[in-house]
């Protein structure tokens, strides 16, 4: 799939849009498997925009569904 894209740069792409919000990686996850093992990769996760986890607390309470990605970002 990336055989015309070095992945280094692909993952440059995806971190320096998650910085800005996790919810911005959505689509990359729904497009295949390639895609996300590269936005579960360590290095997107480490600068993973998690502002929102903080300003609106319910994304972090039990049942949530986006309380098992922050774990994984922990």
């Not at 729904?30 to 925009?49: M, N, Q, T």
Request: overall charge neutral.
């Amino acid at each position: 799939m990336f055989s015309y894209i070095p992945f280094r740069l692909v993952s440059y792409i995806v971190r320096r849009i998650g910085i800005s919000g996790f919810r911005n990686l959505g689509p990359f996850i729904a497009a295949g498997p390639e895609w996300v093992a590269i936005v579960f990769s360590d290095e997107v996760l480490k600068e993973l925009g998690l502002d929102e986890f903080i300003t609106v607390s319910s994304l972090c309470i039990e049942g949530s569904p986006y309380r098992p990605f922050l774990l994984r970002c922990l």
